[in-house]
């Protein structure tokens, strides 16, 4: 699905040998984006064409997280909570290449309930498109848990948290699309 959502646009046009196509993906998220892209590269090149991908993936990581660490670098350069394990500031991989898309994703935990978007998904957009103004942002969508997951199982569960797979799927389904209408970007429903 993912590779299918993603048109192979070449980033340094096709090899006049063979046709090959490259494709520049930065990817802000979680292990849902992790998960996502694990085969992509074998795709994309079982296709005859060429993925340059750089994964920014914080297990667990919100929208929220990933803003916050933009703004701590923004604010102080060499502040440690502002960069990733690998000692890089978001600011700093924006303009490691020249991306043709960036896709950002909510934690799962959180992807159903809109609120948890809102105003981080916007200022990464914006932020993104300050730093990486020829990428397309795209709206990568997380999916609902097993059926089996024990947060379906709790007796009490939490005010406003889903009691089915279902539930979670419209929720954050809806969380999503209505993400995606507001700040007019593609969205993955992976």
């Known amino acids: 699905l993912f ?7 070449a980033a340094d046009g096709p090899d006049p040998k063979n046709g090959e196509k490259a494709v520049r993906l930065l990817t802000i998220g979680n292990s849902f984006s992790k998960n996502t892209t694990r085969f992509l590269p074998d795709i994309v090149s079982a296709a005859g064409h060429r993925l340059i991908h750089t994964p920014i993936v914080v297990g667990g990581a919100s929208l929220e997280l990933h803003a916050q660490k933009a703004q701590r670098h923004e ?9 990733y394990a690998n000692g890089t500031s978001l600011k700093q991989e924006l303009g490691r290449d020249k991306w043709d898309f960036v896709t950002i994703q909510q934690a799962s935990i959180k992807s159903h309930d809109v609120t948890t978007f809102r105003p981080f998904a916007a200022w990464l957009c914006d932020y993104i498109r300050q730093h990486a103004p020829g990428a397309e942002v795209l709206l990568h969508q997380t999916w609902a848990y097993r059926c089996d997951d024990p947060r379906f199982k ?3 569960p939490k005010p406003g948290e889903p009691t089915t797979q279902a539930e979670m799927y419209r929720g954050l389904r809806d969380a999503y699309g209505s993400i995606a209408k ?7 429903p992976v």
């Not at 590779?3 to 646009?9: A, I």
């Open 3 to 9: 590779c299918g959502s993603l048109p192979v646009m």
């Open 75 to 83: 604010s102080n350069p060499l502040d440690p909570a502002g960069l």
């Open 154 to 156: 709790t007796d009490n």
């Open 182 to 188: 507001e700040l007019r970007l593609r969205q993955l």
